[in-house]
């Protein structure tokens, strides 16, 4: 693979976007590609350190920069320069001191995957889809009702999820809007499966991954039809500033039983994936660490056990330690790592 090359590439297609016209004060970041064994960052090949995991961005050597991690496949570059810029956003975000990150090893333990919540989640996804196509006042007020009984019935789970549509959907939404000037076509292909995708009741679990997709496109349509400010840095994200003066619908709204299915699947899966773990018994640490982070992506928890992919992170003689691969991290009671499983 070209790293090089392929760098370049991104590169062109980053100068031609118009940050102004994505977020008020968003302006373009260095950033680095990267894979197992070479990483290229601002036209050289340098040295991979352990900061460089996963896509994010990171502070390197006293600068914002974002980083993406490549496949062994050769990218779209329409694509890729497009996520870049999604991660400039989070350098964005830091450099402009954002608060509203959630605590999100908390809420592995806290976000209760209810059927009422999920089943009005998905009435107001439809909604959504309903209202990118077509913008209708009386759609979007049926929106914010919906939205508004979540928040009184599921405070916490609601809160969780305005703080990852804050965060990552407001990311999302520049990815997209970098996509459409860039090319048309591949927006609109990606447009239509972000839609697609919020429609699907199999990707209501895990909360955190929809909620990207849900936060863009709801960025989409106050941005275009409503005088919310959403580019502000405060103290409340956008999907808890929209509610102001919304009465909560109050009509009665039946349980699916397609999303308690999902619900019921996701547990049997998970709970799957932790006895074939510990039934292989392939012990990689033991002790008592401070659990430091996991990839909370698409991490999955039951009890005292935590599913991570990619990595797991935790604290040993004041010192940060990372394990590379797939895990089943066992807990003890105060919440500290006891025991790390391989995962496959």
Known sequence: MNIRGIYQEVEKRVKRVDFSLLWKGFKPLKFALYNDKECF????????????????AITYKGETIAIWRLGKKTPDYDILASKIIHEMFHGFQQD??????????????KYAYSVDNLTIKMKENSLINR???RFDQTAFNTLLQLR??????????????????????SASYIELEALRQLSKDTFNAALASTKKQIA??????????????????????????????????SDQPFSVDM??????????????????????????????????????????????????????????????????????????????????????????????????????
């Open 96 to 109: 402009n001191n954002e608060t509203r990150f959630p605590n999100e090893l908390e809420a592995l333990q």
């Open 243 to 344: 509610l102001d003066d919304v009465k909560a619908y109050e009509g009665h709204i039946d349980e699916n039983p397609a999303v308690k299915e999902t619900i019921d699947q996701y547990h049997r899966k998970t709970k799957e994936m932790i006895d074939l773990a510990l039934e292989k018994n392939h012990c990689v640490l033991e002790g008592k660490y401070p659990l430091v982070a996991v990839n909370v992506y698409n991490a999955r928890r039951m009890d005292r056990y935590i599913i991570s992919t990619y990595f797991v992170a935790y604290k040993h003689a004041d010192k940060d330690e990372i394990l590379h691969g797939d895990y089943l991290v066992e807990l003890d009671d105060d919440s500290n790592v006891k025991r790390v499983y391989t995962l496959t």
């Open 200 to 233: 699907d009741f199999d990707n209501l679990i895990p909360i955190r991954i929809i909620s990207y997709a849900v936060g863009g496109l709801l960025l989409s349509i106050l941005k275009t039809h409503t005088s919310v400010d959403c580019e502000q840095f």
């Open 148 to 169: 508004k009984r979540r928040q009184r019935e599921h405070p916490y789970e609601y809160h969780y999820e305005s703080l990852i549509e804050q965060i990552e959907g």
């Open 41 to 56: 960052f601002d036209g050289n090949y340098i040295e991979k350190t352990d900061q460089f995991l996963a896509n994010t």
């Open 131 to 133: 209202l990118v196509d």
